[in-house]
DNA sequence: CGGTACGTTGAGTCATATCAACCATAGTGG
DNA sequence: CCACTATGGTTGATATGACTCAACGTACCG
């Protein structure tokens, strides 16, 4: 699990350059944290934890996209969020001492710093802006998970593909070429917009067809931000 | 807004007999939360905030029901979640520096405490412990939010419908007849299911064919909760 | 060259939404 | 006290979005 070859992030330095969470603490704690933590690099398809298993700790990641997932009873995966450098994961389950209900899977290589579960709890206690900080993280965590909680209840499939385009653009970006800088198969798209596979490739030709986007093999091209927000309704 | 008839409850006392997020409060610190306080009542039917307003603090809920909803494109009501006494709700508007993004309306005759905004950062900042209850507690809501993502994404309506009241049983009881303690509307039913209230009644009455459940009126009975569960798969 | 994973398309089915009519109940005001 | 209205509950008929199943195409990889 060692890396000769790439350098291990200092959390301070890392912490200001991604904005991550632990962007208020002293110089003393980012020591302390530098001193605790474990860098670790995983390949695509990696994962970092099971649903279901204890963690002893959690990933800030540095690098790469991670996917994070739960299981439904039919085996068919529901993605919760995407985590991108400066977020931290498997967070939940280390404050509530329970068992993890997500899976991590990596979807572009991913640099992370393990930081064992303590550290955590500690750090609230010893540092009130830290605890803010965190307080309000998970609040807003929780405030998408609830304005998703709607759109799945009220929303077509239509309209939350459209929306679920939307938000990949905003927090991965598109390129010089309107292209979406992040890739997925059609089967991950229909589980965050929590559809069948089938379902995301009709819409998606047919988003071809109003010239809303444009295709090749997994690459969509963006052709028509305002027409998807109409679509998405709101 | 003063009821000299309802003896106001004093924080530490009922912090501790509701257990509350306020549990672990020095003494000074609850009797300053109860200096800052304001007592308020409400009738059945009244809002105690609207979506898209700012609001001024969070309530702590003494006695009655709250639901807190979200109000979809068409005007459809998807119900959050129900706060009951020892429940705080509008916490997260207030840390983020948000407007609501729910609106909260009273199921059941409610006395509340409310408190100004500031107090929630400053109690996060001078006690730890608080903190952590805070985060663990968000940490809660965030994990059922997720759960309920991947509910209404993977499972049918009928499973759905068969979890939600097996959640109302497990939130507010059911009586010595077997009686489901909390009453609410075929629509209020659908909007926590996240279906059409045609739905609801119809998979009801279903639900009372394969006694499961009886009905009479609003009142529900539950007859068989190993077939509930089994129904909700899981 | 065969294999594995992903993508696409078509056809058929079904759960659920929608629309519409109607009943029950309770509160209101004349 | 009764008509009036509002709200909630129920049922039936109909429409349709989305899923499933199945076949087949495509592309990359060792």
Redesign the interface.
Known sequence: MSHPEIPVPFCNKCAFEINSIFKHLTKDEADELNYLKEFRVFKKGAVLYQEGSRISGFYCINKGIIKVF?T???G?E?I?RFAKPGDIIAY?SV??N?PA??TAKVLEEAYTCFFPSEIL?TL???N??F??D???L??????E??????D????TVRERLAEVLLKLVADFGIDENNQLKISLTREELANIV?TATESVIRLLSEFKSDRLVDLSGRKIIILNLKGLEKLS??
Chains 1, 2 share one sequence.
Do not use: H, M, W
Request: charged share 25%.
């Open positions: 739960k439904g009873p039919d068919k529901q919760i939940r404050l509530s329970e209900c997500t709890s609230v206690k010893k009130p802006n605890a803010l965190l307080v309000k998970i609040c807003e965590e929780l405030g998970a609830n304005s998703y909680i709607i799945i209840a009220q929303k929590g309704n709101f």
